[in-house]
Nanobody, 121 residues
């Protein structure tokens, strides 16, 4: 079971990016998924989370600019980032708080490898 994130890159201020994170392996169900970020010299922080039922929460700093969504059939979570600012520059990590496998194992706190987002002119 692993999480694979993609979609990072370099974008100018005011631009947009869409991150994707797919869970792969013998997965029966993925509960809450989320995106975290870590800027140089700072602690990792929650950006947005989404439950299996579609409930969402956002960090105050991204409300109104970022949208998290998921496709349960594809076991994929997305982060649409609009109106990007230089302070959004960070490595973005996807997370699944609980994954149930097809053989009944429960895997807690899975993390994908980060994807770098750089907002700069």
């Amino acid at each position: 079971v692993q999480l694979q994130a993609s979609g990072g890159g370099l974008v100018q201020p005011g631009g947009s990016l869409r991150l994707s994170c797919a869970a792969s392996g013998s997965i029966f169900r993925v509960n809450t998924m989320g995106w975290y970020r870590q800027a140089p010299g700072k602690q990792r922080e929650l950006v947005a989370g989404i439950t299996s039922g579609g409930g969402t929460n956002y960090a105050d700093s991204v409300k109104g600019r970022f949208t998290i969504s998921r496709d349960n059939a594809k076991k994929t979570v997305y982060l649409q980032m609009n109106s990007l600012k230089p302070e959004d520059t960070a490595v973005y990590y996807c997370n699944a708080d609980e994954i149930w496998t097809t053989w009944g194992a429960r895997i807690m706190e899975s993390w994908g490898k980060g994807t770098l987002v750089t907002v700069s002119s």
